[in-house]
């Protein structure tokens, strides 16, 4: 086999695991939005910081009890990523959920998806990623299109400062999983980050530490959002964004509210014009930066 053979065969594989991981990617993606109606009525019946600690305690023992090696022989590097971006996540649950005391759900939306605008331009001049035109145009679309979904006026005060803070920390946990996660044991770095958010939860819920949650329902919520969208999601995050670049995997996020308005719907909620116009236009984002890396590509 000659040397533009190997070339181009490690090129077409390396292209069919970016496939996979766009997939993947949109899976986790759809794994978060669709459990906004479940936890919605799950913090009724718990403190919402013994809700997060719960579920990220219980998440990061799935990960352990499926994979006891993970805590065997792991590398300080792997241990100090893991924390630093477990630090990044937890800061942006937590400060989004401050912010939703002093501020609407609806804006508190808007404001954390603009962490697709933020990543690019953290990824720039961090890891001397350029974002593309056709890239640059699909954060421009996918921007308004969370505007279009959430947006319903801007009154500017604590609350709203709070969830810029979340969406400066979810993107740069994406620039910082993209950097870090190629080459890296992606189980046990999944892991360390679920630790570190359960520690700063379990600190968040005060004195009175876990409130363990009443009912089925409750104990149905906590165990599917820890397992699915917690455990099994950001071990799959991790892996995915060793081939998705953090300013694409960006774009894939803001289907989160399309997938929530979806099930929302089904779950029997009017679904309003605005609430399509968005969901259309964060879907016409990612096709525009699909297709535009497509175009670009060379085998």
Request: aromatic share 10%.
């Amino acid at each position: 086999m000659s040397f533009d053979q190997i070339v181009r065969s490690e090129r077409s594989r390396y292209s069919r695991r970016e496939l996979v991981g766009l997939v993947l990617l949109i899976l986790v993606t759809a794994s978060w939005g669709s459990t906004f109606l479940l936890v919605k009525d799950v913090i009724k019946a718990m403190p919402v910081m013994s809700f997060l600690a719960l579920r990220f305690w219980i998440a990061s023992a799935v990960l352990v009890a499926i994979r006891p090696r993970s805590l065997i022989n792991i590398s300080k590097r792997t241990l100090w990523r893991g924390f630093l971006l477990g630090l990044l996540l937890g800061g942006g649950y937590i400060l989004q959920t401050l912010g939703l005391q002093y501020t609407s759900a609806a804006l508190s939306g808007f404001l954390t998806g603009l962490c697709v605008v933020m990543t690019p331009l953290f990824a720039w001049p961090l890891l001397g990623h350029r974002s593309s035109p056709s890239t640059i145009v699909a954060v421009l679309v996918a921007t308004a299109g969370l505007g279009v979904l959430s947006l319903h006026g801007i009154s500017f005060g604590l609350g709203e400062v709070l969830t810029l803070g979340c969406a400066v920390c979810y993107a740069l946990q994406i620039v910082g999983l993209g950097a870090w996660s190629d080459g890296e044991d992606v189980y046990s770095l999944a892991l360390f980050q679920l630790v570190t958010v359960a520690v700063l939860c379990t600190i968040g819920t005060g004195p009175h530490l876990l409130t363990l949650p009443h009912g089925t329902l409750a104990w149905f919520g906590v165990l599917s959002t820890a397992v699915i969208a917690t455990s099994i999601a950001f071990v799959v995050q991790a892996w995915a964004q060793s081939y998705i670049s953090p300013t694409r995997a960006a774009i894939i996020f803001t289907l989160e509210p399309v997938f929530a308005g979806i099930v929302a719907w089904w779950g029997g909620e009017h679904l309003s014009a605005a609430v399509i116009a968005g969901g259309i236009l964060v879907v016409a984002a990612m096709l525009i930066a699909e297709l535009g890396i497509r175009s670009r590509a060379t085998f």
